[in-house]
């Protein structure tokens, strides 16, 4: 029997214009986002569809951004559709919206806690002394091998963050660190390896005074049991219960995203087919080199709603 994914972007996706044609498209999804920027306490929504791309990139501003776009993704295809999800699951900050999708957060405790994520991320670390870098085509035993090496040279932090493909894993810590393992990558014959221009090293043990933040918060915040599974960023398996959550949304601000042991478990979980919903397709592109044999689309727009469901009807 097949089964479907609805899966939730992280950081990087965000792009000015994003979510404006959904909130045109229906009045429940105009007041979603009339709710997020009240909530941030500014027009967020303006932001969004105005730019200027500096400011939407912000972490405090992007990361609300994203999820309130997903869950007007999410609105506009359970409204329109009966199609609904076996299993959810969302990269790094997108786990706030496949949280509301799956019943266990408010979507306004969602923009809430990201909005605060956001900003304890950016204060754990000062401007210019953390980094990220992505490795292209670099064995994950490699990367771990050159962070050590890294580390071990530089008195710093450098750890893997993202494992998004087996192509692409993503290392983070401190700027010189990670400057390192670059360089040592291209000693040793790696042909595609950057710097990221991001505005601190997420997911490394740098992010330890956010993940306190995000702790006191969740622990103060009302969590629900899932009523659809999430295969968590952390473990890349499933889970429905509101206190596993909370402590996985708190080990998540340190710990490395393992997207495609994530695709991996879902797929072996009867998972054959994924809709991205909210700003861009990263997520797809990244399943489609994770495993070309399922079928993967993204939902950003309400005339995409016909091509979802020509491809994916009701089951």
């Known amino acids: 029997m097949h089964k479907i994914a609805f899966l939730f972007p992280g950081q990087g996706a ?9 909130a045109v498209a229906d009045p429940e999804i105009a007041a979603l986002f009339a709710m997020a920027d009240d909530v941030v306490g500014f027009p967020l929504s303006t932001l969004m569809w105005n730019g200027p791309e500096s400011e939407l990139t912000l972490t405090e501003n992007a990361q609300p951004a994203l999820v309130t776009t997903a869950l007007a993704a999410h609105h506009l295809l359970t409204t329109r559709t009966t199609i609904r999800p076996d299993f959810v699951a969302g990269h790094s ?5 496949a949280l509301v999708a799956a019943g266990g957060l408010t979507a306004r405790d969602a923009i809430r806690l990201v909005r605060l994520r956001g900003q304890a991320m950016q ?3 000062p401007p210019g002394e953390g980094g990220m870098a992505v490795l292209l085509n670099v064995p994950a ?8 090496e890294a580390a071990v040279s ?8 993202n494992f998004n493909t087996a192509q692409q894993i993503v290392i983070s810590g401190h700027k010189q660190a990670v400057e390192k393992a670059v360089a040592l990558a291209k000693e040793r014959g790696a042909k595609r390896c950057l710097m ?4 601190a090293p997420f997911h490394s043990p740098l992010m330890q005074p956010a993940a306190g933040t995000m702790a006191d918060a969740l622990s103060a915040t009302p969590l629900q049991n899932l009523t659809i599974p999430l295969v968590a960023n952390v473990t890349a398996q499933e889970v429905t219960s509101a206190d596993s959550v909370r402590h996985l949304l708190v080990e998540q601000v340190t710990g490395a995203v393992r997207w495609e042991a994530s695709i991996h478990r879902l797929i072996a979980l009867g ?3 994924f809709i991205e919903l909210g700003s861009g397709k990263v997520l797809t592109g990244m399943i489609k ?14 005339e995409e709603l016909e091509t979802i469901t020509t491809l994916f009807p009701p089951l």
């Open 14 to 22: 965000q792009s000015v214009g994003m979510g404006r044609g959904l």
């Open 154 to 161: 530089t008195q710093g932090v450098c750890v893997p963050a």
């Open 196 to 199: 990221l221009a991001v505005s």
């Open 271 to 273: 998972v054959d087919t």
């Open 289 to 302: 080199r994770i495993d070309a044999t399922v079928r993967a689309v993204a939902l950003n727009e309400p």
């Open 123 to 125: 204060k754990a670390v």
């Open 93 to 97: 900050l997108g786990e706030y919206a």
């Open 141 to 148: 035993p490699e990367v771990a091998a050159l962070c050590q």
